[in-house]
């Protein structure tokens, strides 16, 4: 199984990033699909999840107002998109295959993409 993250990057306070996780070695539909992040010296932490069919989507409270999460399950790839993003917002954010929506555990990890919002 791989989920090969990727579109981070360095951006100014106010800008827009798109994540985007290529997963192959599992059948990508049958999963619920979740990216997490961790910042410097923090734990990681929850960003946002959506399920099989793209329809149900749930995120961290502090990001819902400003992040999307979607999917292709023709492509077998999730995004992020990132909008109005803070210095606050700089971590590794990571994509996972997840079970359940609201309490997402992972099951596979890929291996993160670095986000660097400058002030």
């Known amino acids: 199984v791989q989920l090969q993250a990727s579109g981070g990057g360095l951006v100014q306070a106010g800008g827009s990033l798109r994540l985007s996780c290529a997963v192959s070695g599992l059948t990508f539909s049958t999963y619920i699909m979740g990216w997490f992040r961790q910042a410097p010296g923090k734990e990681r932490e929850f960003v946002a999840s959506i399920g099989w069919l793209g329809g149900t989507t749930y995120y961290a409270d502090s990001m819902k107002d400003r992040f999307t999460i979607s999917r292709d399950n023709a492509k077998n790839t999730v995004y992020l998109q990132m909008n109005s993003l803070k210095p606050e917002d700089t971590a590794v954010y990571y994509c996972?295959?997840?079970?359940?929506?609201?309490?997402?555990?992972?099951?596979?990890w890929g291996r993160g993409t670095l986000v660097t919002v400058s002030s």
């Open positions: 996972a295959a997840v079970k359940g929506l609201r309490t997402p555990k992972a099951d596979y």
